[in-house]
């Protein structure tokens, strides 16, 4: 009777045996791969902060100082809600759909993801992403031999979101490139692969040498450093640290040969932040479009989505593990 009402219910337990059910509606590559993280912050869910309660506090003109004791009435159990939510960031599935799976109000699962939003966002954010120079350079592949001051490989990516009833919020939003409203951010990872730099998610217009000043991450780098971008970041006068860029023709008719060698170098490596990127985009919910009730929490959940593929996912290029 157990094992039928576990496969009847729409559960983690459900999909335990299958780890490419557990990819598919996860991220995560395997179940045990999965229970590692959970074990990683199951010691800190005592402490979450429900939605529910924070918002009735606030009516109360209350601060919320210690984590509710855990409901009797609770409908899903915390590993359950914490499978509900990746299975609305990386299925990208609808909020009334999920209700239907796990047996639950539409508002409840609205709850469940607003509460997990905000406690991935605290736990993981908690943790420093950032790499100083000797842990880049302590784990810097071969490949980046020629580059080797190279602290971190950045490019920007959209999202495409409704579009706003205002026209001047339009305006701002719409992305000339995607030919959409469009909300844009900043990562950066370093060259090993791991993602050491998000930025908050800015209107689709802005330009990518006005969301590196705007993001704060020029504070950060050094002169001792070097970021690796595409041909459109135009930040050599925004930031201390040396930049490494394809050049342009300019007037050339042809570029000599030592350009176009250094084209192909840089290429080759920072195409790694794309691939990085891409494995991010891969929760469907960032595939559709971004509706206006999900724009109060997007900035989290998108940083949700960066830090979790630092766990979720095995080395870019397997040689590169140390």
Same mark, same amino acid.
Not at 150 to 171: A, F, N, Y
Not at 282 to 306: E, G, P, R, W
């Given at each position: 009777? =157990?094992?039928?009402?576990?496969?009847?219910?729409?559960? !983690? =337990?459900?999909?335990?045996?299958?780890?490419?059910?557990?990819?598919?509606?996860?991220?995560?590559?395997?179940?045990?791969?999965?229970?590692?993280?959970?074990?990683?912050?199951?010691?800190?869910?005592?402490?979450? $902060?429900?939605?529910?309660?924070?918002?009735?506090? %606030?009516?109360?003109?209350?601060?919320?100082?210690?984590?509710?004791?855990? @409901?009797?009435?609770?409908?899903? #159990?915390?590993?359950?809600?914490?499978?509900? /939510?990746?299975?609305?960031?990386?299925?990208?599935?609808?909020?009334?759909?999920?209700?239907?799976?796990?047996?639950?109000?539409?508002?409840?699962?609205?709850?469940?993801?607003?509460?997990?939003?905000?406690?991935? %966002?605290?736990?993981?954010?908690?943790?420093?992403?950032?790499?100083?120079?000797?842990?880049? =350079? %302590?784990?810097?592949?071969?490949? /980046?031999?020629?580059?080797?001051?190279?602290?971190? $490989?950045?490019? +920007?990516?959209?999202?495409?979101?409704?579009?706003?009833?205002?026209?001047?919020?339009?305006?701002?939003?719409?992305?000339?490139?995607?030919?959409?409203?469009?909300?844009?951010?900043?990562?950066?990872?370093?060259?090993?692969?791991?993602?050491?730099? $998000?930025?908050? !998610?800015? %209107?689709?217009?802005? @330009?990518?040498?006005?969301?590196?000043?705007?993001?704060?991450?020029?504070?950060?780098?050094?002169?001792?450093?070097?970021?690796?971008?595409?041909?459109?970041?135009?930040?050599?006068?925004? +930031?201390?640290?040396?930049?490494? +860029?394809?050049?342009?023709?300019?007037?050339?008719?042809?570029?000599?040969?030592?350009?176009?060698?250094?084209? =192909?170098?840089?290429?080759?490596?920072?195409?790694?932040?794309?691939?990085?990127?891409?494995?991010?985009? #891969?929760?469907?919910?960032?595939?559709?479009?971004?509706?206006?009730?999900?724009?109060?929490?997007?900035?989290?959940?998108?940083?949700?989505?960066?830090?979790?593929?630092?766990?979720?996912?095995?080395?870019?290029?397997?040689?590169?593990?140390?």
């Amino acid at each position: 009777m =157990q094992e039928l009402r576990v496969q009847r219910e729409f559960g !983690l =337990q459900r999909f335990a045996g299958s780890d490419t059910d557990i990819r598919f509606y996860t991220r995560f590559p395997s179940y045990d791969h999965l229970m590692a993280f959970w074990f990683l912050i199951e010691p800190c869910i005592y402490k979450m $902060i429900r939605v529910s309660r924070a918002k009735s506090a %606030a009516n109360r003109n209350e601060e919320v100082l210690t984590p509710a004791r855990t @409901s009797t009435r609770q409908l899903l #159990q915390p590993i359950d809600e914490f499978f509900l /939510f990746l299975v609305f960031l990386s299925v990208g599935l609808k909020e009334r759909d999920l209700a239907h799976r796990f047996n639950i109000h539409q508002s409840t699962v609205s709850r469940i993801i607003a509460t997990w939003t905000n406690f991935l %966002a605290t736990a993981l954010g908690s943790q420093c992403i950032w790499l100083t120079r000797e842990e880049v =350079q %302590a784990y810097l592949p071969e490949e /980046f031999k020629d580059f080797s001051d190279t602290q971190m $490989i950045l490019d +920007c990516t959209e999202l495409r979101c409704q579009t706003p009833s205002s026209p001047l919020l339009q305006s701002e939003m719409y992305s000339s490139y995607k030919s959409h409203c469009t909300m844009k951010a900043l990562v950066g990872i370093a060259p090993h692969g791991p993602v050491t730099f $998000i930025s908050n !998610l800015y %209107a689709g217009s802005v @330009s990518d040498k006005e969301l590196f000043k705007q993001s704060g991450i020029a504070e950060k780098l050094t002169e001792d450093m070097a970021v690796m971008v595409d041909k459109g970041f135009l930040i050599t006068d925004c +930031c201390k640290c040396k930049v490494y +860029c394809p050049p342009f023709l300019s007037k050339q008719k042809q570029m000599p040969a030592y350009q176009v060698k250094e084209t =192909q170098a840089i290429a080759r490596l920072r195409v790694h932040v794309e691939r990085v990127i891409r494995r991010i985009k #891969q929760n469907k919910l960032f595939d559709s479009i971004i509706t206006m009730s999900h724009v109060y929490n997007i900035n989290q959940l998108f940083a949700v989505a960066c830090m979790l593929s630092n766990y979720q996912n095995t080395a870019l290029v397997k040689k590169w593990v140390k």
